[in-house]
């Protein structure tokens, strides 16, 4: 499926693409387009819109598009719970020093943006940053420190 969201990408959405494909659908295709263009792209394709105003799987509640995922698609996993924990940390700027790990997730995703500025190459590149977060947090989730 494609799914569609802002240029540029940032936090959530490199944590958003990392988690469609682990987790919701494997094959998943993504389009980055500008934040004006979203809503008439996913309507011309058929895609899935996602970390933009006014779309399902935005920020909705307080909530950051990654833990709408998460919680739209019912993934109830507590290391995934704990991830999306920092991701709405580093994410949202009123919460970030909700979580101890989240500057340090907000600087990786700022120094990927600077050496991979084409979202594509970006989020390909960040993955196995998320692989090893997650990993860590199915660790501190069974009570066993990294």
Aim: aromatic share 10%.
């Amino acid at each position: 499926m494609l799914w569609i969201t802002r240029s540029r990408v940032h936090v959530d959405r490199v944590a958003c693409p990392w988690l469609i494909r682990r987790f919701i659908d494997s094959s998943a295709e993504f389009l980055f387009v500008p934040a004006s263009e979203v809503l008439r792209r996913a309507d011309e394709t058929g895609g899935i819109p996602f970390d933009a105003t006014g779309v399902e799987y935005g920020h909705h509640g307080g909530k950051c598009s990654f833990e709408t995922l998460v919680e739209k698609f019912g993934l109830k996993n507590p290391a995934l719970a704990r991830l999306a924990r920092i991701v709405h940390a580093a994410d949202i700027d009123e919460a970030a020093g909700m979580d101890e790990i989240a500057r340090g997730l907000e600087a990786i995703a700022t120094g990927f943006g600077l050496v991979y500025p084409d979202d594509h190459a970006n989020i390909e590149a960040q993955f196995p940053v998320y692989d090893a977060l997650y990993a860590w947090c199915r660790l501190e989730e069974a009570g066993r420190p990294g």
